[in-house]
């Protein structure tokens, strides 16, 4: 799929990339002299989410290829909570020397907005290291809906203002996101239901409780497939695959309307460039393994790959889409 992350990365963002720049930096440089020599111990991977999870299955394929490249364990360490905060802030206190790093998500974009307290900067306190894939978000609905299409959604919508209601994973996730930015998008006023987690909410709108949602393609095709969901659009650039008789949003009237689960590795800011450097050209011949990719691909996702800079451009795109969604739709937490 076309991909923003491929866009033309800003000098400041490169910096970013790079590790460079203040006392950390500088201090860090010290902690690996020798590239080659890295790695020389243990790896710990950080992932913000309950073990089982797509980004905790991701982690650990990652985290085995690494092991068996290096001749060095990747320990995966599950830190659920806060919306993947808890993980993050304990990876923001470690040293930046290349062996302790973060599995960043599209909530580190979120958050960024959703939270007024946090105590990271996610953009100024990591460095980005490499993409590792993306998986388009589908707008479902109950088969009970008579609409099927988006034109005939938004339609239904607007015709009965607050009567239908989208599902979501809790307040300031990427579905509810989603679901904001398609009441802006398309100037519908549909009701937020938040549950807790993504289980209760997917059993609620399977039993025709709540209206709609949108949903992983990992999560949605199953459904889909069994005439248990009806799919209206993919928010992604291009049809996926899996659905290829489901239009994008943008075929179906909403253009530029991407909503994309995602996830990369980070590093604490001032990691030594050699050792991000050496992480993202191992990372990106993993990504390209064939068993990965078919792995990658049974769970609805596309390996993405490439530079520390052009993952820095993605996410700071990503940080920004998500601050004008939560501004418009009010959305806080402490």
Do not use: C
């Not at 806060?82 to 993980?87: A, D, E, P, Q, Y």
């Amino acid at each position: 799929m076309t991909h923003p992350s491929r866009r033309t990365v800003t000098a400041a963002l490169a910096a970013v990339a790079a590790g460079l720049g203040g006392a950390r930096g500088a201090a860090a440089r010290g902690v690996v002299e020798d590239v080659s020599a890295y790695p020389s111990k243990p790896i710990t991977i950080v992932v913000g989410f309950t073990p089982g999870g797509p980004t905790d299955i991701l982690a650990r394929l990652v985290g085995t290829k690494l092991a068996q490249s290096w001749g060095k364990p990747v320990i995966v360490d599950n830190k659920p909570g806060g919306g993947s905060n808890i993980g993050t802030e304990q990876v923001v206190r470690a040293d930046p020397d290349g062996y302790t790093l973060l599995l960043a998500t599209i909530a580190n974009a979120s958050n960024a907005s959703v939270y007024k307290h946090l105590k990271f900067d996610f953009q100024k306190d990591f460095v980005p290291i490499v993409q590792l894939m993306a998986s388009a978000s589908v707008l479902v609905v109950h088969p009970s809906v008579p609409a099927k299409s988006l034109k005939e959604l938004i339609a239904l919508a607007k015709a009965s203002p607050g009567k239908l209601n989208y599902a979501s994973t809790g307040v300031g996730g990427s579905p509810n996101l989603a679901g904001e930015m398609l009441k802006s998008r398309a100037g519908i006023d549909v009701v937020h239901i938040p549950y807790k987690g993504a289980t209760p909410a997917l059993n609620d709108l399977l039993a025709g409780n709540v209206t709609m949602g949108f949903m992983t393609s990992l999560g949605a095709v199953q459904h889909i497939q069994a005439g248990k969901l009806r799919a209206i659009a993919v928010a992604s650039a291009r049809r996926v695959p899996e659905l290829p008789d489901v239009p994008t949003m943008a075929e179906s009237g909403l253009p530029d309307f991407q909503v994309l689960s995602w996830n990369g590795l980070a590093a604490p800011a001032g990691t030594p460039r050699p050792v991000i450097d050496k992480l993202n050209k191992e990372v990106n011949r993993i990504l390209d393994l064939p068993d990965v990719k078919k792995q990658l691909e049974t769970m609805g996702a596309e390996p993405m790959g490439g530079t520390p800079e052009e993952f820095a451009s993605f996410i700071d795109a990503e940080t920004r889409k998500w601050a004008a969604v939560v501004k418009t739709a009010g959305i806080s937490l402490d």
